[in-house]
């Protein structure tokens, strides 16, 4: 399933994107779902949408927290110039950080660095703690895509990086939740990033440091996980900085492209 969240002018719906690559009868639509699939099981109101006329929104809204890996790939490191860390690298978005597919990216005031990092991301599916590696793959409800944007700024002059990775519009997600793939599957999955077109990273979740199922089993070992949180995963090689402007779209192998376009915030003034 892909599961999206969106609006045709009224409040949030879910429902199921159906696409036409995959032999469905009809052109990409969405099939419009009773409620919150994360919160009650998949029920299909028999209504259904053409894709391109409804606005897709971040796929959920995490309920307590975006939990992020830092410095999970090696050549990462080695591009930032940082040292491999001994146990998996941790911090927290805001969920007020979250934005959905086309929304646009502001740029903080003060900041002087922005750079994107595209991320696989795992949505939670189920209340837990402490779960064992071999049992990951129960808890997981699906996978989306991630921009990790981050002030490379803030990041080297504040200790603790909640400004330079945590500040408004700085967790783009979307465009809809892949439900279909199993831990094994989604441990192998090519994620590119284009700037404006340009291809800036090109690499595999197979290059993790620390593979899927030990970062939710190690995660969940500190911190209860509810249905919606959130996990990024942590950015291939290749990232750096953005100018206002540029429109950057992060593809992971079979889940789709997330787009977001970064701007300043005078740009942004009367959006809100
Ligand atoms: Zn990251």
């Known amino acids: 399933m892909r599961v999206a969240r969106f609006s045709s002018g009224g409040d949030p719906q879910y429902g199921l994107v159906e696409l036409a690559r995959d032999g469905g009868e009809h052109p990409d639509t969405v099939a419009v779902l009773n409620g919150d699939p994360l919160a009650m099981p998949v029920q299909l109101t028999g209504e259904r949408v053409a894709l391109d006329s409804v606005r897709l929104l971040a796929p959920v809204i995490p309920r307590s927290k975006v939990v992020c890996v830092g410095r999970n790939y090696a050549a990462h490191i080695e591009e930032l110039g940082n040292e491999v860390p001994d146990r998996p690298l941790l911090f927290f978005k805001p969920n007020t950080a979250v934005i959905g597919p ?82 094994e599957e989604a441990s192998d999955l090519m994620i590119t990033t284009t700037v404006d077109g340009e291809q800036r990273q090109h690499g595999s979740t197979a290059l993790m440091l620390n593979k899927l199922p030990d970062l939710v089993s190690y995660i969940s070992a500190f911190t209860t996980l509810l249905p919606g949180d959130v996990i990024l995963t942590g950015t291939p ?13 992060v593809t992971i192998e079979g889940m789709g ?10 740009d942004a003034e009367g959006t809100k």
């Open 102 to 183: 086309e929304d646009p990216i502001v740029w903080p005031t003060a900041a002087e660095e922005i750079s994107f990092e595209g991320e696989l991301a795992i949505v939670i599916g189920r209340i837990c703690k402490e779960v064992p590696v071999d049992q990951v793959q129960d808890v997981i409800f699906g996978y989306t895509i991630a921009n990790d944007i981050t002030a490379r700024d803030w990041q080297r002059t504040d200790k603790q990086w909640a400004r330079a990775k945590g500040f408004d519009t700085s967790c783009p997600l979307g465009p809809w939740i892949t439900s279909h793939y199993t831990v």
């Open 237 to 249: 090689a290749g990232v750096g900085l953005l100018t206002p402007g540029q429109q950057i779209s």
């Open 257 to 266: 492209t997330l787009t977001n376009t970064i701007i300043k915030p005078a």
